[in-house]
């Protein structure tokens, strides 16, 4: 089982910080951020979204770019994706990642599709998607780096069959998807071996982390109110040994990148118990 970390997930470990308590965990594969730090976030503390110190700064140089893929070779990691927070349409924006993500040596990249907010429709969504795509997919062929897009609570592709959909128009060899089952508690879940199996050779990459659901009475008292919300690997409502199995039976050999958001253990330590939730997971799977 090979496994990775996104670093929005250690944001208080500078890069090679990262690489070493990747190393000590047995984590292969680095996902490294592409998101600058907001000026006014460089004095707070150290958090997932604002002040990250494990991310490549998009107006960076491509010598301050290559500290990230010399700080992954230096303990003998793999810089495997380079994942930006992209905005659907944005071409130049996408090929400057493409471009990063080439000079550090990495696989892959994420790219950017619309949210869904019942302020648009969904068709006019969706088609503005597969335009830009179209264009991903030429940048993708020409870099040797594949685009994927993610299941994501909150988009156009919340699930495994929505996603399928948007990226079936195009070459699994450059468009792919990064399948996650915890952003799927959110919003999305479908019997997750039936979507792997419509998911076929799009399937690329997969992400762990888990969610559960929170229940709060209405202001009057009347109705109860559901909401998602990030809880530690073992305790969520994805059934991890029931996933690593589906993706055993569809034969997927890729990697697993922890994401964990749940603030239950500070990075490094989250990095060595993920590494060992996975072997035990994965023990479990061969028993089955």
Known sequence: MKLSVFTVATPDLQPEALAKSAADAGIEGIEWRFKEVPADAAEEKPSFWRHNRCSIDPGGTEEDWLRFRQAADKFGRRSLAVVPYLTCGDVEAT???????KLIGASFIRVGIPGYDRKHNYNELYDQAVRYL???QDLAAAYQVKALVE????????SAGLTHRLVSHFNPQHIGVLYDPGN????G????????ELLGPYLAHVHVKNAGYRKTPSEDGSTAVWSGEWVSLAQGAV??????QDLHSVGYDGYFGIEDFSG???STEMLLRFAEQMKVWADHKQRV
Do not use: F, S
């Not at 090929?95 to 993500?101: D, F, P, S, W």
């Not at 799927?184 to 919003?187: A, D, F, K, L, R």
């Not at 879940?189 to 792997?196: D, P, Q, S, V």
């Open 239 to 244: 059934p991890w040994v029931q996933v690593i």
């Open 184 to 187: 799927m508690v959110h919003e």
């Open 134 to 136: 179209h264009e991903v």
């Open 151 to 158: 299941t994501h609570h909150l988009t156009i592709a919340p």
């Open 189 to 196: 879940y479908e019997n997750y071996r039936m979507g792997l």
């Open 264 to 266: 239950t253990y500070e």
């Open 95 to 101: 090929e400057k990642v493409m471009q990063a993500a």
